[in-house]
């Protein structure tokens, strides 16, 4: 091992540090394979190339780096900071990830005591928060699918690794979208399977508890998704088809209001079993949800996705009403006021769905309406001076945001079925051209 001094640099190790802020990953390679030059090499302030390389967002330096051996938990920075700290810290989501793949400690803390996801969301990296919370990686579901100790079998069929690590790494938490994976894989989507996986997940919450350097975080997703794999288990022993009735159940919205009371309790109760009452991140949940009334926000659901991914309130992105995936564009077409991933959501949704569409179609109404006299009313103050008898001539063009069928409510299916499908060309359902088939009753 050679012993690396900060700030003692060759001159191709301090070229090295030019080239990966400036150069191409050619000339670094070349800078790579000379003898001069040490990976690992460390600047005035205690910095490696790599270190380098992440905090000025290089994914690809950073990959040549660490297959030419860069120490990705290299700790010599003089404020403590790590390469994924760095990542983080710049924002890069690729990079982020590659340090991780690449076996960064995610609990090494700076010298504020800081840990690299805790530095991002101080800076509002919150896509790298995200990633470092949920990342686990996949040689550590591994073990459990090889026998261990005195045991003959495994924990877990090696076939179930790849769809159980699908799931564990997800970032969306929705309670519907863990049952729309398991549904959607056949090797899942049965007791004996789900059996053996919630019991590996309980295993890891208990591993992520009793380790040194506790992972709540990680405890408490584990516990979770192992709650809701349980409750999977409970429905398959109905019969056939019966985690479809489960995705309903949770999706049923009570006749006020359409609030979807049992994925609410679901979710309360899954926290509050968690096992180990004297974590803290147990404590802060408890905290925010016990003293909402179910129906009231914050649901249970938003609160345990800002516990676990560490997403706040995205202000530009909408969540489907079904899965809570992000970044759903398609609109109910009558009522405008609930948002879908696909058609396959939407439709999903529409037993519960159309029961209130109809009251939010009024609700949206009204609201265009405010917006449109608000808007005309300030127009015409602004106008008032020039020329009072624009005033009521303005007025029925502001409402033309309406359509004409809109303003014409039908009671049966049928009839839903056709105002859906006559709003299909509104921009939102571009994608989609028609409306949900109304399949059911
Ligand atoms: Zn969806
Ligand atoms: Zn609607």
């Not at 769809?163 to 564990?168: A, F, R, S, T, V």
């Not at 009371?261 to 679901?266: F, H, L, T, V």
């Amino acid at each position: 091992m050679v012993h690396i001094k900060k700030g003692e640099l060759t001159q191709e190790e301090k070229d090295l540090l030019e080239v990966i802020g400036k150069g191409t990953v050619q000339e670094a390679g070349t800078l790579l394979a000379s003898k001069n030059v040490h990976v690992n090499c460390l600047d005035e302030n205690g910095m490696t190339p790599l270190m380098h390389a992440a905090y000025k967002g290089k994914l690809d330096m950073c990959k040549l780096l660490l297959r030419h051996g860069a120490d990705v938990n290299c700790h010599q920075h003089e404020h403590g900071y790590t390469a994924l700290m760095f990542a983080a810290l710049s924002g890069n989501k690729d990079i982020t990830w590659v340090m991780l793949e690449a076996g960064a400690e995610t609990d090494v803390v700076n010298s504020v005591g800081r840990t690299a996801a805790q530095m991002a969301a101080f800076v509002g990296q919150h896509d790298c928060v995200t990633i470092i919370n949920n990342f686990f990686p996949r040689e550590k579901l591994d073990y459990y699918t090889k026998p261990q100790g005195l045991d003959k079998e495994p924990r877990l069929p090696p076939k179930l690794a790849s769809p159980l690590h699908k799931i564990i790494t997800t970032t969306n938490l929705h309670p519907v979208k863990i049952v729309m994976l398991i549904n959607e894989n056949p090797l899942l989507a049965e007791e004996a399977a789900l059996n053996k996986c919630y019991k590996v997940m309980d295993l890891i919450c208990e591993k992520c508890m009793k380790q040194r350097d506790m992972n709540e975080v990680l405890a408490m997703k584990m516990h979770y998704i192992s709650c809701i794999f349980q409750k999977c288990i409970n429905f398959l022993k109905d019969g056939e088809n019966k985690l479809d009735t489960l995705i309903k159940s949770l999706l049923k919205g009570r006749p006020s209001d359409g609030f979807p009371i049992y994925q609410e309790k679901i979710i309360r109760e899954s926290i509050r079993k968690f096992p180990y009452c004297e974590a803290t991140l147990l404590q802060q949940l408890v905290r925010s949800i016990a003293p909402v009334e179910i129906g009231s926000d914050p649901t249970a659901f938003s609160v345990l996705t800002q516990a676990i991914t560490g997403q706040v309130g995205f202000v530009d992105v909408e969540f489907c009403t079904t899965c809570g995936e992000k970044g759903a564009s398609k609109r109910c077409s009558v009522c405008k006021m609930v948002i879908y991933c696909d058609q396959t959501c939407q439709k999903t949704h529409w037993f519960a769905h159309k029961k209130i569409c109809k009251n939010l179609k009024d609700i949206y109404e009204k609201q265009q309406l405010e917006a449109a006299k608000e808007k005309s009313e300030e127009e015409n103050n602004s106008k008032l001076d020039v020329n009072s008898n624009c005033v009521n001539e303005e007025q029925p063009e502001a409402e033309t945001g309406i359509s004409q069928e809109d303003c014409n409510p039908k009671d049966s299916v049928e009839g839903e079925r056709e105002s859906l499908q006559s709003d299909a060309g509104l921009e939102c359902l571009q994608d989609a051209p028609v409306g949900p088939q109304l399949s059911e009753e």
